[in-house]
């Protein structure tokens, strides 16, 4: 089983729909992390929390929100999703410097 | 100016090659640095850790010059199985605590026969 596991893998969704990504770790780390990938511009941190009752805005968090529901649990929402955020997000828990990474959610807005 | 920046490529060589890649960051008071893989479509893991004394790990090579503020990999003996896109990340503390990791856009490769 993985340690980091995101669901759902892959979403179609249409403008405007609220949509919710979840993931959770085995790893027992209190860092977690919300990145998205797009081509050509890498990976760019959306959210990230320290613990349970930490939340922190990354570098390009309009548009999302988040909610750490426990040390294992962090889940990503659109709430109201639009065609540019299209895009590969990915979940990782961090323990000091190093990262893992969930599979990833491919998301598609039309 | 990005705060890490890397050749994009792709690099195309030839199975048993040697190839290098570089990164810059901008940042100086970046704490440490590493390369992650990432395959095709596939989550990054981590490659190894960079030092500024150079650190090799098989046919792998890391080196940071903190003067420069460049980090190269070497991968010597170029395999099929190396083929990837290699990023190079950067991390800083950030104040109160925690960190902040920064990922360059990444280096594909590309090792045919």
């Known amino acids: 089983d993985a340690d980091v596991t995101q669901t759902p893998r892959n979403r179609i969704t249409k403008t405007g729909k609220r949509i919710m990504l979840e993931c959770s770790q085995t790893?027992?780390?209190?860092?977690m992390y919300w990145y998205r990938q797009d081509p050509g511009l890498g990976l760019r941190l959306i959210y990230y929390?320290?613990?349970?009752?930490?939340?922190n805005k990354g570098e390009i968090s309009d548009g999302y929100s988040v909610s750490r529901q426990a040390q294992a649990k962090f889940s990503l929402s659109l709430e109201s999703a639009i065609p540019n955020q299209t895009a590969l997000y990915f979940c990782?828990?961090?323990?000091?410097?190093?990262?893992?990474f969930g599979a990833g959610t491919r998301l598609s807005v039309l | 100016r990005k705060e890490v920046e890397q050749d994009p490529g792709p690099f195309n060589v030839p199975e048993g090659a040697t190839v290098a890649f570089n990164c810059t960051y901008s940042?100086?008071?970046?704490?440490?640095f590493f390369w992650y893989r990432q395959d095709c479509r596939k989550e990054p893991k981590l490659l190894m850790s960079?030092?500024?004394s150079g650190n090799e790990d098989g046919r792998f090579t890391a080196q940071l010059n903190r003067a420069s503020q460049y980090i190269s990999l070497l991968i010597r003996d170029s395999k099929l199985s190396d083929s990837a896109t290699y990023l190079c990340?950067?991390?800083?503390?950030?104040?109160?605590?925690?960190?902040?990791?920064?990922f360059g856009t990444g280096t594909q490769l590309k090792v045919e026969l």
């Open positions: 960079v030092y500024s």
């Open positions: 940042n100086s008071a970046s704490q440490s």
């Open positions: 990782a828990t961090g323990a000091k410097n190093i990262q893992y």
């Open positions: 990340v950067v991390n800083e503390i950030l104040t109160g605590g925690g960190n902040k990791l920064t």
């Open positions: 790893k027992g780390h209190d860092r």
């Open positions: 929390s320290f613990d349970v009752k930490d939340i």
